[in-house]
């Protein structure tokens, strides 16, 4: 058996629209198109940096960032107009939340550093934190590779619906605490629990824990960790979002229009929008409100800076509007909503965020390898096991009792062929339906007998059940539901760098296309 989990590179899995935003089969309007070689990139960059010359973003946002290490020095690198940044986020999510959270932080650093390395043109990833977003419940549960299972751990202390992350303070953390605990027993990299022990505790909040660790994980790999909720970048986005108030009948118009588009073309818009309401939350003590579109121009000389926040679909102009991005790293839900969010950004006349995919992966443990090998299974057979379930069962049974069954189903195909051949008085409906009903207790009865094996196999499926729950959690995607941290701890720094070198070879067929 392995000491080290396989780190396997996956194609992202994506919808119709997700695929048509990078494909480049939408309407030209739609979307920015990637860049395919260096040449382009090299035209890109110098079209992203050229306005944010001289305009102190680095200062300006200097306590929303606060960098050090690694991630200061590459930010150092890239301020005062000189070089570009490559951004990514995530709502605040439990412990760090699902895994794709670091592989969309991963992504972002790989292709700074390809874009430095091939370009010479410093660049920086940049990692924003959306502690401005307010669904609690996403992001209170994660779940812990744990002794071979999946284990929950959960805040409990929800806050008032619309409350800000930043806004929402945690309590009762002892539960949770104590399931990453044990599920990282003996670690030999115990260090990505302290710091995620040391940023969970009573009396922060859910923003600010998941920045710290956010922080604690990724600086020391030069990722910036940007708190969206600062006063600072507030400051910063208020005048594009005192415009998208002030024009938000335009901006809705805009938008339904590209709605329309996207359904005639075939595809269903990501977002859904809602009647006469704006793109901008005003915050009142941390709890975000919707404005109304056609009130919304009136209600602007009442409000702050430090009142406004932005929506999904507003969020990533923002973002592109106050740093020199030169792309985004989105996940396939991000990557669909990207075809409105170009209607937002031309409605405002501000630039077009490029996004291009994250890397995807599937980590699997050395026990799960084992199991694999012992039942010569590959990882996606595990999404189904009920092939290889009744395959164990059958095996288990007695040949004797298989046979008898299988001549038992052939003895009642036969009995019924010869009635039918006969001249005996009897519907084919009758026939049929008695064949039926001695068909289904046949059915029954090697039910019973696969049942009565399982007991003997029982050491057998708890470990397909453990590797199902570990490559398919929940039916769904490994990178979507489970929380790394575990495995962090455990493997250290060797599988950082398998995850690190996954991305870095996605990054290379961005950047250098078909040269």
């Not at 502690?131 to 202390?157: K, Q, Y």
């Not at 605990?181 to 009396?203: C, K, N, T």
């Not at 998941?210 to 960790?225: A, K, Q, S």
Request: charged fraction near 20%.
């Amino acid at each position: 058996m392995s000491v080290m989990p396989v780190v396997e590179r996956l194609p992202l899995r994506m919808g119709a629209l997700a695929s048509a935003v990078l494909d480049g089969s939408l309407p030209p309007h739609m979307t920015v198109p990637s860049p395919r070689s260096v040449a382009e990139w090299r035209a890109w960059i110098e079209s992203c940096r050229e306005p944010m010359m001289g305009t102190g973003w680095a200062m300006s946002l200097r306590d929303a960032m606060r960098p050090s290490g690694a991630a200061a020095a590459r930010i150092a690198r890239v301020a005062g107009g000189q070089g570009v940044v490559v951004t990514t986020g995530q709502q605040p999510g439990l412990f760090g939340g699902p895994m794709y959270t670091i592989l969309k932080a991963l992504s972002a650093l790989a292709l700074a550093d390809r874009i430095e390395a091939v370009t010479g043109v410093p660049a920086a990833p940049i990692f924003w934190a959306a502690t401005d977003d307010a669904d609690f419940a996403e992001g209170a549960v994660t779940w812990l590779p744990s002794s071979g299972a999946l284990v929950a751990a959960r805040l409990t202390a929800a806050p008032p619906d619309g409350t800000m992350m930043s806004h929402a303070f945690l309590a009762a953390l002892g539960p949770a605490k104590a399931a990453l605990l044990r599920a990282s027993a003996g670690a030999a990299w115990p260090e990505f629990i302290r710091a995620a022990l040391a940023a969970y505790h009573d009396g922060t909040t859910v923003g600010n824990a998941y920045v710290e660790l956010m922080r604690e994980m990724l600086m020391p790999l030069g990722i910036t960790v940007l708190n969206a909720a600062h006063p600072s970048v507030r400051h910063q986005s208020a005048p594009l979002l005192r415009r998208a108030l002030a024009e938000a009948a335009s901006v809705d118009h805009a938008l339904r229009q590209r709605t329309t588009e996207l359904q005639a073309s075939g595809h269903v818009p990501q977002v859904e929008l809602l009647d006469d309401r704006p793109l901008v939350f005003v915050v009142r003590n941390g709890v975000k409100e919707r404005a109304s579109v056609s009130g919304a121009a009136a209600l602007l000389p009442r409000l702050s800076d430090d009142l406004l926040s932005p929506n999904v679909l507003l969020r990533p102009v923002v973002e592109r509007a106050l740093l020199p991005t030169v792309a985004y790293m989105a996940g396939p839900g991000e990557l669909a909503y990207f075809a409105q969010v170009s209607a937002v950004a031309e409605a405002l006349s501000v630039a077009v965020p490029l996004p291009l995919p994250r890397t995807s992966v599937r980590i699997t443990p050395p026990d799960v390898q084992e199991t694999l090998s012992r039942l010569a299974a590959t990882p996606d057979a595990m999404r189904d096991t009920t092939g290889i379930v009744r395959a164990l069962s059958a095996n288990a049974t007695p040949d004797v009792a298989m046979n008898a069954m299988a001549a038992l189903r052939a003895q009642i195909r036969r009995s019924s062929d010869a009635i039918r051949a006969s001249d005996a008085v009897i519907t084919p409906a009758a026939l049929d339906g008695a064949v039926a009903q001695f068909t289904h207790r046949a059915d029954r009865l090697e039910r019973r007998l696969l049942a009565a094996s399982k007991h003997t196999i029982g050491d057998q499926l708890r470990r397909v059940e453990q590797a199902q729950s570990m490559l398919w959690p929940h039916g769904a995607p490994q990178e979507r539901v489970v929380n790394p941290l575990p495995w962090l701890a455990r493997f250290g720094t060797p599988l950082l760098t398998q995850l690190q070198q996954a991305c870095d070879r996605d990054a290379a067929v961005l950047v250098h296309g078909d040269d």
